[in-house]
């Protein structure tokens, strides 16, 4: 089933799994409609879909956000149109299991159907139990949003279709010179996402939410995922927080403002301000040289304690 093109997708299938029995028996995946049929007008950039999307959704929806309109228009384009033929998705059921199918059609609309904005999908028999997942897999397929990209896990993903133990440790990205650091720093995202409302951050903000979910975390840009996308609690400003294992080089200073410069220019509302914060072991003087020209963006150090007891 291998292939160094197709892509892998983690597919929620309704709120809480409630449209996968539908899914699997009528071989697909879908949204919902937000626009009517989109046949032939789905352009190849997301951005440019989303630049007609998010005036029509909050048109639609107009106690909504642009964040939740930018979000929903990510899911709607990259379901449609994003996801390619001979891809992989992977789907919970509900029951602790995740069924696995390959994308076989272009974009369909299914008119006066549930989630009509649809690509067909062979489901195979084989299942994968998230038990048998290694935590970094786990974590990435508990993401609250709709879609999630897990292709960095496709050789895991393959060993467990096949029923073979996965590997320890995985990282497919050529740019990841460490697995081991690779890990830590998704195992810093976690744990700050959970632990947020015990940091200092949590006092003041919290992590992006909408109908109840955060969806904050990698929330999808034009420029690559952030780590987090949180708003103050008086909902004035929107922080950007980049993370990074061990010492920040000063290119993360580069990186954040790009975020930054999109949450302003896309997501934040007239009455808001955008403010960033960039969270590492520790710094060096050209990374201060750089943020002392960048008042509303902070550095924060994390610490990491390590004891033996003896029982």
């Known amino acids: 089933m291998t292939s160094t093109s197709r892509r892998y997708y983690r597919v929620m299938l309704g709120r809480k799994s409630a449209h996968a029995q539908q899914s699997f028996a009528g071989g697909y995946v879908g949204v919902d409609d937000i626009t009517g049929d989109l046949s032939g007008q789905l352009p190849d950039d997301w951005r440019e879909f989303n630049r007609k999307f998010i ?40 029951m602790g299991r995740y069924r696995v199918g390959e994308v076989t059609s272009d974009y369909q609309w299914a008119s006066g159907q549930a989630y009509p904005h649809r690509r067909a999908v062979h489901w195979l028999d084989a299942t994968i139990d998230r038990t048998a997942m290694s935590e970094s897999l786990r974590n ?48 810093l995202e ?17 992590i992006y939410e909408e109908e ?6 990698q929330y999808a840009t034009d420029t690559g995922p952030m780590d987090v996308l949180a708003v103050s609690k008086d909902k004035k400003q929107l922080l950007v927080v980049e993370l990074k294992k061990g010492r920040a080089s000063d ?25 960033g914060v960039i969270i590492a072991l520790d710094n060096d003087q050209r990374v201060r040289r750089a943020l002392a020209a960048v008042p509303n963006v902070t550095f924060y150090r994390y610490e990491v304690s390590f004891r033996l007891i003896k029982g």
């Open 190 to 206: 976690e744990f700050l996402v959970q632990n947020w409302a015990s940091t200092e951050l949590g006092k003041s903000y919290d």
């Open 55 to 94: 005036p029509i959704f909050l048109a639609k929806f107009r106690d909504k956000s642009k964040i939740a309109a930018g979000l929903a228009g990510g899911v709607t384009w990259t379901l449609c149109k994003g996801i390619r033929k001979g891809d992989v998705i992977i789907s919970p059921d509900g």
């Open 251 to 275: 290119a993360v200073v580069g990186q954040i403002l790009r975020y930054m410069g999109y949450v302003m220019q896309v997501l934040a509302e007239p009455d808001q301000t955008v403010h």
């Open 140 to 187: 990435s397929t508990g993401s609250v949003n709709t879609i999630s990209e897990i292709s960095r896990y496709a050789d895991e993903i393959e060993h467990l279709i096949g029923g073979a133990a996965p590997p320890k440790l995985i990282a497919t990205d050529e740019t990841i010179e460490d697995p081991v650091a690779f890990a830590m720093e998704k195992h």
């Open 212 to 217: 109840g979910e955060r969806v904050g975390q």
